[in-house]
């Protein structure tokens, strides 16, 4: 049985208790944490705000283990628990968390690229209550509103395929191309491109956030699809990864650890953003009730790559709790794990 005492040890200041946090799990008095230790260490972090604990596999729990454990002598001693208190343990206890919504814009709403045209038919415009209630509520250490913003010339747009020429490989030609059909435009190299209605078209009414969206004032905007000649679906990178947005220096700056992603459209942008925060190394949360998307089979997929690659999805209700460090995710600490691993073994 864990003593109630050390689970509160764990909510303590975080600041002065990792010996006291040590002495508490040391139950065997050594100097050093066995693995049986350490999965105490594991139960009083992963658990939500009701007290349920969440179960960490037993695999995954070794691996953690042995990130800590650098000697590989079995045991995690006080020096060791030092690194895994700095960087593992005080970010799940308190994590820096930024919250990026991404093109709750006027044209995937109720305009040229309305997603209730596409084949999930889902309603756009359902996003913005429970993000509106998550900016009341939750006190976010960021917050990001990002937004499609492409030149009139712009590649993914329908009516400008005759700007540009088509690979010889593409699946169809110009003269034959439909709304949401992929081509391929002639390289060097050649490029894949799903095209779409005009939409998002810099300074006009459709490219504007949703009027009922909340602005906070010191919430930064960062604009994407501006190169008439690349797409942008990620808030991190255009398609080709030629360039970054102001994104990644952001996110630095803030020292953010946590990235819940939401909006429109699911399948799209959302997930695009989500697979590159978690490539690059974030703990990142999808929120499922505050994203539309396009395609059904799309948006099943997007959610099995952000679960396997160690991202977690979740509702508006559970993200207060997650933000302020009372709901611990036993995946985001797995996360967390693997990037202090790789990092270390640069
Ligand atoms: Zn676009």
Known sequence: MLATESIDLL????????????????????????????????????????????????????????????????????????????????????????????????????????????????????????????????????????????????????DNIQQRELDPSSPVTAENAK??????????????????????????????????LKMLDNAIKVYKGTNPDVDSYSVFWDNKKLTDTTLCAQ??????????????????CVGA???DALAIGYRTILLDDCSRGVDLLDIEKTKNTVNKNNGVIVNSSQVKAMVEGRDRRPELGYKLAMELKSNSSI
């Open 11 to 158: 909510n303590f200041d975080v600041e002065c208790s990792m010996d006291a946090c040590f002495t508490a799990f040391d139950k065997n008095g050594d100097g050093k944490l066995d693995l049986e230790e350490f999965r105490l260490i594991c139960r009083a972090l992963f658990r939500n705000d009701k007290g349920k604990i969440y179960s960490l596999e037993e695999t995954k729990l070794k691996e953690i283990f042995d990130v800590f454990d650098k000697n590989k002598d079995g045991y995690i001693d006080r020096e060791e628990f030092t690194f895994c208190w700095n960087h593992w343990i005080k970010i799940i206890v308190r994590p820096i968390s930024a919250f990026l919504i991404v093109d709750v814009q006027n044209d995937f709403i109720s305009g040229t690229l309305n997603i209730s045209n596409c084949s999930a038919q889902q309603n756009g415009a359902e996003v913005i209550e429970p993000i509106n209630r998550l900016l009341e509520t939750v006190h976010f250490d960021a917050v990001f509103y990002s937004l499609d913003w492409h030149p009139s010339d712009h590649v993914s747009f329908i």
């Open 179 to 212: 709304t949401y059909d992929t081509v391929i435009f002639a390289g060097p190299p050649p490029m894949k491109q799903r095209l779409w209605p005009r939409h998002c078209v810099q300074d006009t009414w459709g490219s504007e956030l949703h009027q009922d």
């Open 251 to 268: 996110l630095r700056l803030k020292n953010a650890t946590d990235i819940y992603i939401c909006g429109l459209a699911y399948d799209v």
């Open 273 to 275: 953003t989500a697979v």
